[in-house]
């Protein structure tokens, strides 16, 4: 049976993780050779959970243990997404899927910011956009879909990746931004469907392989003359372990932080609910009781949809 979305309010993040409910399950994490998702699958495969690695390309850490498997898959391929996760099910212990989280995800310049006035306008780099919005609604739908399959319940959770830039307006990259508070509203319709715990992680700048050597220099140079520094790909994966762990987490953005700011190295926003009363708040519950969207396709079409 399917559950109801209620906020729970802030997750105590402070709270020890039980890594033993993680063993015998199965997991699936895209974009799993490098950076914040090679963290996660170590920390799901040292607490026994058994881990698809979802990605392009190997990991570069070889041999990988027994209970860990590469399978390849361009994340903005619907079609090799789902043999990932028909592979998952095949070759994981219990043959059902428990945990998939969305690390697969690109930044860089989008060109907005090439505005010569004495050429042609630059066609902005939409790859950002279709990697880490569109692959992530892909795995998101093939986690949901599996889930419900499984039988809805609280033990499955779906783990996406947004960005604090999911939160916050720069003028670095308009098209990067726009994935991740894409991401960020994704989480929000989806932790209502009720198949399954969807929560959302949002790091802080970490110096990963999407990074330059030079641009990883040059903001640390920023950041540290702010007071502040990089967040932690450990961090991360011990933030999702925690979320993983605890059935009772859903619906929530966790901030993935530099230890100046949090001394677990995450924190939970509290920013996806409105104050009761308010009239964002009344405006959600009025609209969370629309189901126009859910009638046949055939009913939905016009003429300028089709």
């Excluded at 697969?104 to 042609?120: N, Q, T, V, W």
Aim: glycine content about 8%.
């Amino acid at each position: 049976m399917r559950f109801t979305y209620k906020n729970g309010g802030p997750v105590d993040c402070s709270k020890p993780i039980d890594l033993a409910k993680l063993k015998g399950k199965t997991a699936i994490v895209t974009g799993g050779s490098s950076g914040l998702g090679e963290a996660m699958v170590k920390d799901f495969a040292d607490a026994g959970a058994f881990v698809v690695i979802a990605d392009l390309h190997p990991p570069s850490k070889q041999p990988t243990p027994d209970n860990v498997l590469f399978v390849k898959c361009d994340c903005m391929s619907w079609e090799e997404q789902h043999e990932a996760f028909k592979t998952a099910i095949a070759k994981g212990p219990n043959n059902r899927i428990d945990y998939v989280v969305t690390s697969a995800g690109i930044s860089g310049s989008d060109l907005f910011h090439e505005l010569d006035p004495e050429k042609e306008p630059v066609k902005p780099n939409m790859k950002i956009l279709e990697i880490n919005l569109l692959g992530t609604v892909y795995t998101s739908k093939l986690a949901l879909h599996y889930f419900n399959k499984q039988g809805p319940g609280m033990e499955q959770c779906l783990i996406l990746v947004s960005s604090i830039m999911g939160f916050l307006n720069t003028n670095g990259s308009p098209t990067y931004s726009a994935s991740k508070f894409g991401v960020r509203g994704l989480m929000c319709c989806l932790r209502r469907f009720g198949v399954g715990r969807v929560n959302l992680i949002a790091p802080w700048f970490i110096a990963t392989p999407l990074m330059t050597e030079a641009v990883r220099n040059h903001l640390r140079k920023d950041m540290q003359g702010q007071g502040t520094d990089f967040a932690t790909t450990e961090d991360c994966a011990k933030c999702v372990m925690r979320i993983a762990s605890d059935d009772s987490i859903n619906g929530r953005s966790l901030f993935i932080t530099p230890h100046s700011i949090a001394p677990e190295g995450f924190m939970d926003l509290d920013l996806d609910d409105y104050k009761e009363g308010s009239l964002l708040a009344n405006l959600q519950n009025i609209t969370g009781n629309f189901t126009h969207r859910r009638m046949p396709a055939h009913l939905q079409k016009t003429a300028a949809s089709l």
